[in-house]
T-cell receptor, first 114, second 117 residues
Framework: NAGVTQTPKFQVLKTGQSMTLQCAQD?????MSWYRQDPGMGLRLIHY???????DQGEVPNGYNVSRSTTEDFPLRLLSAAPSQTSVYFC?????????????FGEGSWLTVV | AQKVTQAQTEISVVEKEDVTLDCVYE???????LFWYKQPPSGELVFLIR??????QNEISGRYSWNFQKSTSSFNFTITASQVVDSAVYFC??????????????FGAGTQVVVTP
């Protein structure tokens, strides 16, 4: 049972480049989310999904796209990277309902945009 | 809108001292969940505890204890007899219990705990 797997762990991009952060979970969780962590600001929600085919914006969605074609995968796309997107990104998953309300996080992806 | 406030940016203690981290939250929901996570220098998020809004019992787990008070919207965390390995950033977080909110956490800004020998 791998839990939540994020790749890559580290990435350096040039301004204007595009890339995709991958997130996969093997727990059949309905809910998946992406957060970014910046110094002094905690983690902020970028996008989330309540199930395959359904996504919605969080607190800081600008500059990011997501899709959820399968229950397992929830990739985060940066279409044209900007230095302001330098951050640590965390993917999370959670099962629906009161019995499954533990949230599992991936190990994080450190992204630097130069 | 929900909000989580961790007013303490950094706390420095000497080993074996107790440390209390404050967390105050705001939500309009009557049913919600509160969490504490630890982020050591290695960067991963380590789950510590989840508390349901309808369960106000305090909890103790080893050197960790939590004091949940709905009347003051607080969910404070105490580390007893701190150790150097407790040095980390600690986050308090809130999740509302609606269909749309299960996957969404509102985090506080975090409190850096520094324990020196």
């Amino acid at each position: 049972n791998a839990g939540v797997t994020q790749t890559p762990k580290f990435q350096v991009l040039k301004t204007g480049q595009s890339m995709t952060l991958q997130c996969a979970q093997d727990m059949n969780h309905e809910y998946m989310s992406w957060y970014r962590q910046d110094p002094g600001m905690g983690l902020r929600l970028i996008h989330y999904s309540v199930g395959a085919g359904i996504t919605d914006q969080g607190e800081v969605p600008n500059g990011y796209n997501v899709s959820r074609s399968t229950t397992e995968d929830f990739p985060l796309r940066l279409l044209s990277a900007a230095p302001s997107q330098t951050s640590v990104y965390f993917c999370a998953s959670r099962k629906e309902g009161y019995s499954g309300n533990t949230i599992y996080f991936g190990e994080g992806s450190w992204l630097t945009v130069v | 809108a929900q909000k989580v406030t961790q007013a303490q940016t950094e706390i420095s203690v000497v080993e074996k001292e107790d440390v209390t981290l404050d967390c105050v939250y705001e939500t309009r929901d009557t049913t919600y969940y509160l969490f504490w996570y630890k982020q050591p220098p290695s960067g991963e998020l380590v789950f510590l505890i989840r508390r349901n809004s309808f369960d106000e019992q305090n909890e103790i787990s080893g050197r960790y204890s939590w004091n949940f008070q709905k009347s003051t919207s607080s969910f404070n965390f105490t580390i007893t007899a701190s150790q150097v390995v407790d040095s980390a950033v600690y986050f308090c977080a809130l999740s509302e219990a609606t269909t749309d909110s299960w996957g969404k956490l509102q985090f506080g800004a975090g409190t850096q705990v520094v324990v020196t020998p």
